[in-house]
């Protein structure tokens, strides 16, 4: 319970600090999606169920694993730009008036 409201405390004021807050955290989101919800899981379904390479249920799940990359890869890209056009306007501890 103090460990998760320390959490969202930090997390309020560095959004409130950096208006791109939410971009660094799309960028997080986009990098750790990909391997913890896609990749690993793929993997050890393959391996449990011991399923042969090559087969149509083998390249089914590398597609979809290999889509999802590119999915996370676009949304990486997107937040990084989001960046990138938030530090040419930001100016700290100015609110806009």
Wanted: charged residues 15%.
């Amino acid at each position: 319970m103090t460990w998760r409201t320390a959490f969202v405390v930090v997390s309020t004021v560095l959004a409130i600090l950096m208006p791109f807050f939410n971009d660094i955290l799309g960028f997080l989101g986009a990098v750790g999606f990909w391997p913890l919800t896609v990749y690993y899981p793929v993997e050890m379904y393959i391996r449990q169920r011991r399923i042969q390479r090559y087969t149509t249920r083998w390249v089914a799940l590398q597609v979809l694993s290999f889509l999802c990359f590119l999915v996370s890869l676009a949304a990486a890209v997107g937040s990084i730009e989001g960046v990138t056009e938030s530090l040419k306007h930001y100016v700290p501890f100015k609110t806009k008036s």
